[in-house]
């Protein structure tokens, strides 16, 4: 998908790299399907190639559709963590709203920082956790409680503990 994208925007591999702040190697690799790229790398390469992330994640079976597949895509949250994403609504059919189901799993490593477009809406399903927005003081957050903030401004959450915790983020994209 990433290949067919890249040419039809007319864009050499060694721009896409520039641009996306990625390797040519690993642009090569996720090319040839030899690799799967993070949540943070879709969000790269789509903003480099001027496409939505959902661009690059399996849709639903059909526009507004809920989706009860048995195999969920799952993603990986970043290349430096272990930490894992189920993709509920993947934005590509409509870019009002991207879905993910987030797991933070104990020993998998932090995630790194992160911006995007639009605003993030993050509920606290299991455990607790601790949102990150740069310029603010973190936000401890449990189950049950929420938060809102600006994509645009750099952020991340993390466990605020030992134990393995999940949210709900939901993307809204002006």
């Known amino acids: 998908m990433v290949r067919n994208c890249r040419k039809q925007s007319g864009v050499s591999m060694a721009v896409l790299a520039d641009r996306s702040g990625l390797s040519q190697p ?3 690799q996720l090319e040839r399907g030899l690799t799967t790229p993070s949540l943070s790398s879709i969000y790269r390469i789509a903003e480099a190639l001027d496409v939505t992330p959902g661009t690059f ?5 059909r526009p507004g559709a809920v989706s009860h597949e048995s ?3 799952v993603i990986r949250v970043n290349e430096a963590a272990g ?3 189920q993709v509920l609504i993947p934005g590509g059919r409509s870019t009002l709203m991207e879905a993910y189901e987030h797991r933070f799993e104990p020993g998998r490593g932090e995630r790194g920082w992160f911006e995007h477009p639009g605003e993030d809406f993050l509920y606290v399903l299991e455990g607790e956790i601790v949102l990150e927005v740069e310029g603010e003081e973190p936000l401890t957050l449990r189950a049950g409680q929420s938060a809102h903030h600006r994509g645009e401004v750099p952020h991340r959450c993390r466990l605020a503990g030992p ?3 999940r ?4 993307i809204a994209n002006a």
């Open 71 to 73: 195999d969920p895509q």
């Open 83 to 85: 930490q894992t994403a």
């Open 167 to 170: 949210t709900l983020l939901v």
């Open 26 to 28: 690993f642009l090569s």
């Open 163 to 165: 134990t393995a915790a």
């Open 57 to 61: 994640l399996r849709p639903p079976t």
